[in-house]
């Protein structure tokens, strides 16, 4: 064609040099234009048609790749193949030409097959089992290699040298390519033994205070594990920081079903004292109460009796008191508490008195693990306890706030 024209503009008049670059540049034109009308069409018509097809298809894996673009990318290769089989219209610049018109290809096939690569994981993520077993992470090693090859292959075209050649000296750059791929590698030894050994899935809430991580796990990938936090910020862990250091996984809780109660509340020791008929009495009214001090009762005048204790003294022989009436009470509370969790530990327990009075803790599950419920029926089983304590004679330990050294100062003041 070239060889045409140059003859057609060289009958005209023109000068065999000017002939030359007229007729280079019309069929130049021609390409591009060649280029853009297959552009055209491809996009225009075939895709469209394929668009269509698509939506009317059963099938979901092809509609993540046309939403990822996969099939656009593919036809990006078409101008490329149509420069590469032109490039014998110019004999001069020829190899040259087809190699770095085969470059391209190969960087366009690369495009693409990192668009296939995304969407086999957005379609495993339609499916339960990715969130057990994430695969982004090896799909990142697949695209390394992708890329490893791709630029093996164009180097290799660009030299007009066997790909084998280069791969041969690879043995000597292994060491810097350890350098390079440090953090792929770390990431991907990682990322295998996190899947092996179940150790953490999306969803999980974990917590690590060393990286300033508490709330629930977003992502998993070949460099990094996303995390947002209950503030909804976001957090991201290098992978092998999980191998290497201590997290906490509130997985299990979650499916056992029930979310602990570990809280405890501060007797006033001052408070604690012997109940006397008239407080048994009282308490026997207690519902949860009766069958226990009845019980009990029994129990220890039997024993006073065998024993031949004397009663005019509280000290001697056995006697019920206001703190072990109170813990029972609250026991039995926990017991017959509809959001409690009755399958697990529920107990009711005296701690190690200190300078901030006898701690009384409770421990339980709740039936829900959800955080909003959780908190709300924690909360509305220690207002009952607080509200309560006062009909055993108890008083709740506190700190001296300001009004209660007012009242104090008040009280002094009144008496001198």
């Not at 290098?238 to 029930?258: Q, V, Y």
């Amino acid at each position: 064609m070239i060889e045409y024209l140059n003859e057609l503009f060289t009958g005209y008049g023109f000068s065999d040099e000017l002939s030359v670059y007229l007729s280079n540049a019309i069929a130049i034109l021609l390409i591009i234009a060649l280029c853009v009308i297959v552009m055209a069409v491809t996009k225009k018509l075939l895709l469209k048609m394929l668009e269509v097809y698509i939506s009317k298809s059963k099938n979901k894996w092809d509609d993540v790749f046309l939403k990822n673009k996969v099939f656009a990318r593919i036809a990006g290769i078409v101008p490329a193949i149509i420069v590469h089989e032109s490039a014998a219209l110019f004999p001069a610049i020829e190899v040259w030409i087809k190699r770095i018109a085969f470059s391209y290809i190969i960087f366009a096939v690369l495009m693409a097959l990192y668009k296939i690569v995304d969407s086999v994981d957005d379609i495993y993520r339609q499916h339960d089992i990715s969130k057990v077993r994430p695969i982004k992470g090896y799909l990142q090693v697949v695209k390394i290699f992708f890329t490893i090859a791709a630029a093996i292959i164009t180097v290799s075209a660009l030299m007009d040298r066997s790909p084998l050649i280069l791969l041969s000296g690879f043995g000597a750059a292994t060491a810097v390519i350890m350098l390079i791929f440090q953090n792929s590698i770390l990431g991907l030894v990682a990322s295998i033994q996190l899947a092996t050994n179940n150790m953490i899935q999306i969803g999980d809430w974990i917590e690590m205070p060393s990286h300033g991580a508490d709330g629930d796990v977003i992502e998993i990938t070949l460099h990094t594990v996303k995390v947002q936090n209950w503030d909804k910020t976001i957090v991201t862990i290098p992978p092998h920081a999980l191998i290497t250091e201590s997290f906490k996984n509130w997985k299990g809780m979650h499916e056992s079903g029930g979310r602990r109660i570990k809280r405890c509340i501060y007797i006033d020791m001052s408070s604690i004292r012997f109940c006397d008929e008239e407080m048994l009495a009282k308490l026997k009214k207690i519902q949860y109460l009766k069958e226990y001090i009845e019980k009990r009762t029994a129990e220890i005048e039997k024993y006073n009796r065998e024993m031949g204790v004397d009663p005019s003294s509280t000290v001697n022989g056995r006697r019920m008191t206001n703190i072990g009436t109170f813990r029972a009470y609250i026991q039995s509370y926990i017991n017959h508490h509809p959001n409690i969790n009755h399958n697990m530990t529920a107990m009711v327990r005296q701690l190690q008195s200190g300078e901030n009075g006898l701690p009384i803790e409770v421990y339980a599950f709740t039936n829900t693990t959800q955080w909003v419920q959780y908190e709300g029926i924690q909360a509305d089983i220690f207002d009952h306890i607080l509200a309560v304590a006062p009909e055993f004679d108890i008083k709740i330990y506190q700190n001296p706030t300001g009004n209660d050294l007012g009242r104090l100062q008040v009280h002094s003041g009144m008496h001198v």
